[in-house]
């Protein structure tokens, strides 16, 4: 069965201190590694998609990159408004759907 | 590109009524839509998947009597809460793929249910 573990739960950082937070994922046939940040009362927010190890991707301050156990997001000098939930999630040839982890909320204190 | 529209965003009702929740991909064509259902502080757990014009796949332990799927369209899919009790409340979120962009889930702003 498809797993996603996410770590830590929670992170609290100081503006401009630049960090990652992990997504380690079992998978049958990966298909797919999603990241997405969720804003309280609000839904899921695409961020990335990744398809293979050694791939890399970029959105201003946040890159993902991803190996065949795990992936990580890194977040470079980041801002109040980068606090948020960011949720792991991978679809494996098993199934139709993505398995989310439990999600890393992020808290960016100025 | 790859907005996803839901209604109501909120909605209150009393124990035993029905409630009608709409999922819409406004500019592309979702060849599957998806129900997830989110508690407090929680990831998301899939309800069910649906596909334009055939029966929903549900979960185990979701029972399709009570959440019913109908996936009317390449772009709307209606989530159906029906004799809704105060264990329902929770939020909904829903989800459309599109092959187009290698298989990535597009999500709805998701619908807030509080039944009193």
């Known amino acids: 069965e498809d797993q996603v573990t996410q770590s830590p739960e929670a992170l609290r950082l100081q503006e401009g201190e630049s960090s990652s937070l992990n997504c380690s994922y079992t998978v049958s046939g990966l298909r797919g590694l999603f990241w997405y940040r969720q804003d309280p009362g609000k839904g899921p927010e695409f961020l990335f998609t990744?398809?293979?190890a050694g791939e890399e991707k970029e959105k201003e301050r946040l890159k993902a990159t991803l190996t065949k156990k795990e992936s990580f997001l890194h977040i470079t000098a980041p801002k109040p408004e980068d606090s948020a939930t960011y949720l792991c999630a991978v679809q494996g040839s098993n199934n139709n759907d993505m398995r989310f982890g439990a999600g890393t909320r992020l808290t960016v204190k100025p | 590109g790859a907005v996803v529209s839901q209604h109501p965003s909120r909605v209150i009702c009393k124990s035993g009524t029905s409630v009608k929740i709409e999922c819409r991909s406004l500019?592309?064509?979702?060849?599957?839509m998806f129900w997830y259902r989110q508690f407090p502080k929680q990831s998301l757990m899939l309800m069910a998947t649906s596909n334009e014009g055939s029966k929903a796949t549900y979960e185990q332990g979701v029972e399709k009597d009570k959440f019913l799927i109908n996936h009317a369209s390449l772009t709307l899919s209606t989530l159906t809460v029906t004799s809704a009790h105060p264990e329902d409340s929770s939020f909904y979120i829903c989800?459309?793929?599109?092959?187009?962009?290698?298989?990535?889930?597009?999500f709805g702003p998701g619908t807030r249910l509080l039944v009193l």
């Open positions: 500019d592309f064509q979702a060849t599957t």
């Open positions: 990744l398809y293979s």
């Open positions: 989800s459309a793929r599109t092959l187009a962009v290698q298989e990535t889930q597009y």
